[in-house]
């Protein structure tokens, strides 16, 4: 299991990020501050860092530098609000893997981590994703139910990846929301309720079960 230092001064970002990288199957440690980046990353005990530019402290900048000085070869993906070529260009020659400007979908965060975390073990990458009599093609956004092509939309799609990473797990509407439609979704809406009928009308109303009280979840 891949252990993630995520680096976030902003609580409901870092809040956000933690419960999609759990709930994709990662462990997560979480700081919020320079310092503390820097002490838990040298301890080489992570396969990830994801890492905010503006912290008190140390910034992100500085931080990145100094791990990088000290010969920590952990993958870093920089979160910021910083958009411009300037702080891009800086970042990833100060030894940055990645770059993301905030506001961020999770699901993008989540390929991105994926990547790096395959880039760094030499892995092959996984292009279909397959459950009982459903698959799923990243490369071609084609999907499939009992020897059928199904069209789906966007959110759909992202909707139907989630299930099929997780077969026979209870998904919680909350995940579901953060994952698909990010840390400013609404706790309060239908929308995955909505999503999830869409989905069982395209694929077979058995393919995904509601489990009362908890959310819903992919059979295996």
């Known amino acids: ?39 838990y990353a ?20 500085t931080v990145l530098r100094q791990l990088r000085e000290a010969r920590v070869t952990t993958p870093v993906i920089v979160l910021t ?12 020659e100060g030894g940055a893997d990645d770059w993301m400007t905030k506001p961020f979908r999770f699901e993008e965060l989540l390929a991105r ?20 009599e459903v698959t799923l093609d990243l490369r071609t956004r084609r999907a499939r139910s009992a020897g059928r092509t199904v069209d789906l939309t ?18 919680s509407r909350e995940q579901i929301l953060s ?8 706790p309060g809406s239908n929308i995955v309720d909505v999503y999830v009928r869409a989905l069982r009308k395209k694929l077979g109303s058995e393919r995904v079960e509601t489990v009362r009280g908890m959310g819903y979840r992919l059979p295996e």
Not at 154 to 171: D, I, K, N, S, T
Not at 179 to 186: C, L, S
């Open 154 to 171: 966007a959110r759909e799609f992202v909707l139907l990846e989630l299930f099929l990473r997780h077969p026979g797990q209870v998904l």
């Open 113 to 132: 981590v994926r990547l790096r975390l395959r880039t760094a073990a030499g892995a092959p990458e996984v292009t279909v994703l397959r459950s009982g």
């Open 81 to 92: 609000a910083r958009d411009s070529v300037r702080d891009t260009v800086a970042g990833l």
């Open 179 to 186: 994952h698909v439609w990010g840390y400013d979704f609404d």
């Open 1 to 39: 299991m891949n252990r993630i230092l995520i680096v976030e001064d902003e609580d409901r970002i870092a809040s956000f990020i933690e419960k999609g990288l759990r709930a994709n199957g990662f462990t997560t440690t979480v700081v919020a501050d320079g310092e503390s980046a820097y002490d």
């Open 42 to 61: 040298l301890t080489g005990g992570f396969d990830l860092i994801v890492l905010d530019i503006g912290l008190p402290g140390k910034d992100g900048f």
